[in-house]
């Protein structure tokens, strides 16, 4: 009678207790406290920081060692489960989605209707904008290319084409730091900042946000291919694949909405 009582008569997976979210929490709280500090020249507000951000990162990974732990090991990534995941996904790229919305709101607030502090004209005199033929549409091509092979190692998962899966990661993380590496070339040749009024803090916020993404993107991607070559994808089993990849396009996406937004149409 005791045995039965253990046995789990749902689908679902009931977590263990946990203190990453309260260390997160903490974490997060010293982060955001240290940079203010910092910002504001507080002493001390610099090692605030950073001890937040590394304990943030600490945080990740041993919170996301678990959860593969439970996934990968212990099979508790049932299929309700994976459906509550991707639907949290879903969610996710959403709010990105609206993250990124209030960017082009602002740009396009400003360039439809440029105010007469900046001379009622767009871009504003002085600014020497990018030519968006030159590394921008390079920066294009590469993460279109490196969409494509995204898609390939998915469909290599489903195939069950490891190689395909190895080959495919391995590539599209490659180009994300190629693309990384030309769009950090091309802030240094720039010749404004993001303090250069409403087209450096639209530009470079923008822009930046994206960046910052596309890391985010390509560490997903690293973590992904590291856990495929240790056999922890399967044909059927791989949703943490999948959510990579779906945060990979998203940021394609993003980004040729940038270029034709900011670095053609908005530089004409």
């Given at each position: 009678m005791a045995n039965s009582n253990l046995i789990q008569r749902h689908p679902f997976h009931l977590v263990d207790t946990s203190p990453w979210p309260f260390v997160a929490g903490m974490s997060a709280l010293s982060l955001t406290t240290g940079f203010v500090m910092y910002m504001q020249c507080y002493q001390g507000g610099f090692y605030v920081f950073s001890f937040g951000f590394i304990s943030l990162l600490f945080t990740f990974f041993v919170w996301w060692r678990d959860i593969v732990r439970e996934g990968t090991f212990q099979g508790h990534h049932t299929k309700a489960v994976q459906d509550g995941l991707t639907w949290g996904m879903i969610l996710f790229i959403a709010s990105e989605v609206m993250f990124f919305f209030g960017f082009f709101w602002a740009f396009y607030a400003a360039c439809l209707s440029p105010t007469i502090e900046i001379g009622g004209i767009w871009p504003p005199p002085g600014v020497d904008v990018l030519n968006p033929w030159e590394v921008?549409?390079?920066?294009?091509?590469?993460?279109?290319?490196?969409?494509?092979?995204?898609?390939?190692?998915?469909?290599?998962?489903?195939?069950?084409?490891?190689?395909?899966?190895?080959?495919?990661?391995?590539?599209?993380?490659?180009?994300?730091a190629v693309f990384t590496a030309l769009q950090a070339v091309e802030y240094l040749d720039a010749n404004f900042t993001i303090s250069d009024g409403i087209y450096g803090s639209t530009f470079f916020l923008a822009t930046g946000f994206h960046g910052f993404h596309v890391l985010v993107g390509s560490t997903f991607l690293v973590v992904c291919l590291i856990r495929a070559n240790n056999h922890h994808f399967t044909r059927q089993h791989h949703?943490?694949?999948?959510?990579?990849?779906?945060?990979?396009?998203?940021?394609?996406?993003v980004w040729l909405f940038l270029f034709v937004s900011i670095y053609w149409w908005g530089g004409l």
């Open positions: 921008p549409f390079l920066n294009t091509l590469i993460l279109l290319v490196s969409g494509a092979s995204c898609t390939w190692a998915h469909d290599a998962m489903i195939c069950g084409d490891r190689q395909g899966v190895l080959f495919g990661l391995l590539a599209t993380v490659s180009l994300g949703f943490g694949f999948e959510a990579a990849a779906w945060y990979w396009h998203f940021v394609d996406v």
